[in-house]
């Protein structure tokens, strides 16, 4: 089946410094990639959606300049956690849509954030 | 707001038994699909049934769908203790294909040899 690689799978850092997560399609291609992300004993919150070659879309509640999303080409999104803080501790994991109109998603393994 | 309500949040079963998990959700569907989430890891896709099926199986796994209630369920037959995972429910959100999945709140299911 299709590979997401997701890097660093865990990352610990001091309040104020940058963080940066990439997110690769091994074996496809992912014009669309989705970056969720899981507080401990709870479900994925959709973050913003990447889109090869466009500005991502971020949902309601989430802030652009506090997580930079690019993707540069159509198989590596990365997503910059910048100026952390303890608040953004937190369990973070991309997925990526096969090709045009894939209905299931491939997830990586999740990047597990601790800001101290 | 998520899309889907789980239940139950929490299950324990004997290995062997059956594991029964409900799903509702909220707005029209094209397809529902269920994953599965080890500890600490990503999500797996399990099986996906689309809004004009009632019932979908594959393997020790059977789904069902209820469009009218908006609701539904997945049963895991025979459980082995490999089968300890978190399991959620997704939709995409709105009736077209936007890629974008919303996931249920989850059940946490814990299968003792």
């Known amino acids: ?116 | 707001s998520q899309q889907g309500e789980e239940d139950p949040q929490a299950l324990s079963i004997q290995e062997g038994e059956n594991a029964t998990m409900n799903c509702s959700y909220k707005t029209s569907i094209n397809n529902l699909q269920w994953y599965r989430q080890n500890s600490g890891r990503g999500l797996v896709h399990l099986i996906l049934i689309r809004s004009n099926e009632r019932e979908k199986h594959s393997g020790r796994l059977r789904v069902t769908l209820d469009t009218s209630k908006k609701s539904s369920s997945l049963l895991i037959t025979a459980s082995r203790a490999a089968d300890t995972a978190s399991y959620f429910c997704a939709t995409h959100l709105g009736s077209g294909n936007t890629g974008k999945l919303i996931f249920g709140q989850g059940t946490t299911l814990q299968v003792k040899p």
């Open chain 1, 1 to 116: 089946g299709a590979v997401v690689s997701q890097h660093p799978s865990r990352v610990i850092c001091k309040s104020g410094t940058s963080v940066k997560i990439e997110c690769r399609s091994l074996d496809f291609q992912a014009t669309t990639m989705f970056w969720y992300r899981q507080f401990p004993k709870q479900s994925l919150m959709l973050m913003a959606t990447s889109n090869e070659g466009s500005k991502a879309t971020y949902e309601q509640g989430v802030e652009k300049d506090k997580f930079l999303i690019n993707h540069a080409s159509l198989t590596l999104s990365t997503l910059t956690v910048t100026s952390a803080h303890p608040e953004d501790s937190s369990f973070y994991i991309c997925s990526a849509r096969p090709g045009q109109g894939g209905e299931k998603l491939f997830f990586g393994s999740g990047t597990q954030l601790s800001v101290l």
